[in-house]
Protein backbone atom coordinates (compact mmCIF):
# COMPACT_ATOMS: atom_id res chain seq x y z
CA UNK A 1 0.00 0.00 0.00
CA UNK A 2 2.94 2.39 0.73
CA UNK A 3 3.20 5.89 2.40
CA UNK A 4 0.54 8.28 2.21
CA UNK A 5 0.15 11.94 3.57
CA UNK A 6 -4.03 12.91 3.39
CA UNK A 7 -5.07 16.02 4.43
CA UNK A 8 -8.54 15.38 6.04
CA UNK A 9 -11.46 17.68 5.01
CA UNK A 10 -11.73 20.21 7.48
CA UNK A 11 -9.56 18.32 9.39
CA UNK A 12 -5.58 16.93 9.90
CA UNK A 13 -2.97 15.56 7.92
CA UNK A 14 -2.53 12.12 8.23
CA UNK A 15 0.57 10.26 7.67
CA UNK A 16 -0.48 5.92 6.70
CA UNK A 17 1.67 3.54 6.03
CA UNK A 18 0.65 0.46 4.53
CA UNK A 19 -2.88 1.45 5.47
CA UNK A 20 -2.90 2.35 8.76
CA UNK A 21 -2.31 6.04 10.37
CA UNK A 22 0.61 6.42 11.61
CA UNK A 23 0.20 10.21 13.10
CA UNK A 24 -2.33 12.89 12.92
CA UNK A 25 -0.55 16.00 12.35
CA UNK A 26 -2.29 19.80 13.19
CA UNK A 27 -3.23 22.13 10.26
CA UNK A 28 -5.32 24.80 11.28
CA UNK A 29 -3.02 25.84 13.44
CA UNK A 30 -4.79 26.27 17.07
CA UNK A 31 -3.70 22.80 18.65
CA UNK A 32 -2.48 22.80 21.83
CA UNK A 33 -0.28 19.69 21.49
CA UNK A 34 1.69 20.77 18.52
CA UNK A 35 2.97 19.57 15.67
CA UNK A 36 0.13 16.96 16.85
CA UNK A 37 -3.98 17.27 16.08
CA UNK A 38 -5.71 17.19 19.66
CA UNK A 39 -9.61 18.06 17.71
CA UNK A 40 -9.71 21.73 17.92
CA UNK A 41 -9.86 22.13 14.19
CA UNK A 42 -13.94 21.36 15.59
CA UNK A 43 -14.07 24.09 18.38
CA UNK A 44 -12.38 26.86 15.75
CA UNK A 45 -14.78 25.65 12.75
CA UNK A 46 -11.38 25.08 10.58
CA UNK A 47 -11.92 24.59 6.75
CA UNK A 48 -9.66 23.44 4.11
CA UNK A 49 -10.40 20.81 0.91
CA UNK A 50 -8.81 17.61 1.26
CA UNK A 51 -5.83 16.29 -0.94
CA UNK A 52 -3.82 13.07 -0.98
CA UNK A 53 -0.06 12.76 -1.51
CA UNK A 54 1.37 9.10 -2.29
CA UNK A 55 5.01 9.39 -1.27
CA UNK A 56 7.32 7.16 -3.77
CA UNK A 57 8.95 3.68 -1.17
Known sequence: M???IKSVK?????????GQ???ALCRCGQSSKKPMCDGT???????????EIKLDD
Do not use: R, S, Y
Request: charged share 25%; net charge neutral; proline share 4%.
Open 10 to 18: NGPNLVVVD
Open 2 to 4: GKV
Open 41 to 51: HHKVNFQAEEH
Open 21 to 23: TKI
